[in-house]
C-alpha cells in the first residue's frame, strides 16, 4: 500500500528527497516514519512525523541535515535529505501507523502496520 521513491546515487555533500505515497484512506489515519537499512546493520528509525503533521522526530545523526515533511493533498510524505554523508548509505522504507493518535510520534517498528518496498540510497565520497 506504500510506495516510496527517490534514492540513487549521489556524491557527498549532495541531496535527494524520498518519496512515500499511498491511498487516501491510509495516509489520512497515519503516522509515518522513515527507516533505513545499512548492510550488517539492524534497521534503524531515521525520521517519524505525527498523523496531523505538527509533530516530527529525528534520529540523532541526521537532526539538522534531514527533514520530513507530509503533503495531505497529494498523500505523499517526503524525507529531504541534505549534506549527504557515507553512512547514510542504506535501503530507505517508509512505514505508516495506522489509526494514529493526531499529534503522536511512533517510534517503535512494531507499531507500523504498512511498510513500502525499500529504495537504496548510496552515498560515494
Known amino acids: 500500500q506504500l510506495q516510496a521513491s527517490g534514492g540513487g546515487l549521489v556524491q557527498v555533500g549532495g541531496s535527494l528527497r524520498l518519496s512515500c505515497s499511498a491511498s487516501?484512506?491510509?495516509?489520512?489515519?497515519?503516522?509515518v516514519g522513515w527507516f533505513r537499512q545499512a548492510p550488517g546493520k539492524e534497521r534503524e528509525s531515521v525520521a517519524l512525523?505525527?498523523?496531523?503533521?505538527?509533530?516530527?522526530h529525528y534520529e540523532d545523526s541526521v537532526n539538522g541535515r534531514f527533514n520530513i515533511s507530509r503533503d495531505g493533498a497529494k498523500n505523499t510524505v517526503y524525507l529531504q535529505m541534505n549534506s549527504l554523508k557515507p553512512e547514510d548509505t542504506a535501503v530507505y522504507y517508509c512505514?505508516?501507523?495506522?489509526?494514529?493518535?493526531?499529534?503522536?510520534?511512533?517510534?517503535?517498528?512494531?507499531?507500523?502496520?504498512?511498510w513500502g518496498q525499500g529504495t537504496q540510497v548510496t552515498v560515494s565520497s
Open positions: 512505514a505508516a501507523k495506522d489509526r494514529a493518535i493526531s499529534s503522536f510520534i511512533y517510534h517503535g517498528e512494531i507499531q507500523y502496520n504498512y
Open positions: 487516501e484512506r491510509t495516509f489520512s489515519r497515519c503516522a
Open positions: 512525523i505525527s498523523r496531523s503533521g505538527g509533530v516530527m
